[in-house]
């Protein structure tokens, strides 16, 4: 048996683990690459957690809006802010002030 060439040498194992190595290089890309699956849940989340954000800030800006409006048309909306916010008081009003202490 002489003639019978071997076909199991150490150059025929290398060659069998190229396609494992190139298979598990597209893996890792696809994974933790710059537009990899896990960089793709991290914008996703952060995508979700500023939408939460702008809706939040519309319904300030919403609030802001009607007292706005509430500025500029009712009179009692200005009044309760300045005495709310300003200390002021009518002319005809008798303020009291009590002191904290018993």
Known sequence: MAGSPQTSGPVEGRLNLW?????????????????????MFKLSAQKDDIAQSL?????QNDVMRSEIAALHSDRKAIER???????????DELIFQFSGKN
């Open 19 to 39: 396609p494992l190595a190139l298979v598990a290089l597209i893996l890792g890309f696809a994974l933790f690459g710059e537009r990899g699956v896990l960089h």
């Open 81 to 91: 802010i300045a005495r709310t916010e300003l200390g002021m008081v009518r002319d």
């Open 55 to 59: 809706a939040v800030t519309q319904q």
